[in-house]
């Protein structure tokens, strides 16, 4: 059995965290002001942000995505552009492209929507596959390419996507490569009777509760969040762990298409930004268990009754976990 210890207490880091702490807290309030009865996803979302992951909804239309983008947005005061993705939709309308300027005599780059510091590509199943790898590139390495020149995105950038069930109309299967620049998938689900009588009551109002929010951090804030990401001590015994979790999966026949290495870094660094939201500084196997399914199951295909999600969760019953 592996053991994993508790790094000795470092004062200052502490202090940070608790800061960490109550200002993740109180964007979750705020964001839960107009996204009722979702906290749980409300949550995974920001602290995928936090480890500088991008997110996967995956959900049908009209369950509140483009409002908890826009919600999270104006809550921790970044710049937002959305992207409607349609069969007809270019890359260059992604990305941008040089235009001749008459009066210069001069091709001048355009910036496309891509630049901004939280993207929601929504619908992102109803474009061709040439037109969603336009991300690709921008989501790994934050940066742009267009016609041979570098622009670098300025910091942070962020994707949220929205994507319809594949039996929906106008649909397209997300390639295996985009799929892995996704650090979670999530659902975000019908509310509760309750919560729907409460939004009812919120957004038949004159102005959109979007409109209302006032935001809780700044931009500079939210990259100390993610500064402090790295700080949170992993001990070998639970990098282990993880890895043993990755390959009892992948030494599974049921599991087709087994994660990749850049899932394991993906589970590892979320599990870190979780084990902040609890107030700790270091990595403990519950962190990594809180979060495997939705780093994982859209990655793989699996054969049989049980769901990806499902088979993870099953995996994660049998595989040792330190003491």
Not at 77 to 90: E, G, M, V, W, Y
Not at 121 to 131: F, G, L, S, V, Y
Request: aromatic share 8%.
């Amino acid at each position: 059995m592996y053991a994993f210890t508790n790094p000795s207490a470092n004062p200052e880091l502490a202090a940070r965290i608790r800061q960490f702490k109550g200002q993740f807290d109180d964007v979750v309030a705020n964001v839960g002001r107009v996204i009722l009865g979702k906290e749980d996803v409300i949550r995974k979302v920001l602290l995928t942000m936090t480890a500088r992951g991008h997110i996967l909804l995956m959900d049908v239309p009209g369950t509140g995505k483009t409002i908890l983008a826009r919600s999270i947005a104006a809550s921790i005061d970044a710049s937002f552009k959305r992207i409607q993705f349609t069969p007809d939709l270019l890359p260059m309308d992604i990305t941008g492209s040089n235009v001749f300027n008459l009066r210069s005599k001069a091709f001048e780059f355009q910036q496309g929507p891509i630049f901004t510091n939280l993207l929601l590509a929504d619908e992102i199943n109803r474009a061709t596959p040439k037109t969603q790898s336009a991300l690709l590139e921008v989501m790994a390495e934050g940066q742009v390419t267009v016609e041979g020149k570098t622009y670098a995105m300025t910091p942070p950038f962020q994707v949220i996507a929205t994507m319809n069930p594949l039996d929906h109309d106008g649909t397209y299967v997300l390639p295996a490569a985009q799929l892995d620049r996704f650090t979670m998938q999530l659902s975000m689900g019908f509310p509760p009777p309750k919560a729907e009588m409460q939004m009812l009551d919120i957004h038949l109002g004159v102005r959109s509760p979007v409109d209302d929010l006032e935001p809780i951090i700044d931009r500079d804030t939210f990259l100390q969040w993610q500064g402090t990401v790295p700080l949170v001590y992993v001990s070998d015994a639970v990098k282990q762990y993880a890895v043993d979790l990755v390959n009892a999966i992948r030494a599974d026949a049921r599991a087709l298409s087994p994660p990749s290495p850049r899932a394991t870094l993906m589970l590892v660094r979320t599990g870190q930004a979780h084990a902040l939201t609890e107030g700790r500084d270091f990595l403990s196997p519950q962190d990594l268990q809180a979060i495997a399914a939705d780093v994982f199951a859209h990655r793989m295909f699996v054969s049989g009754d049980l769901s990806a999600r499902a088979f993870v969760e099953e995996l994660l019953r049998q595989v040792e976990v330190p003491a």
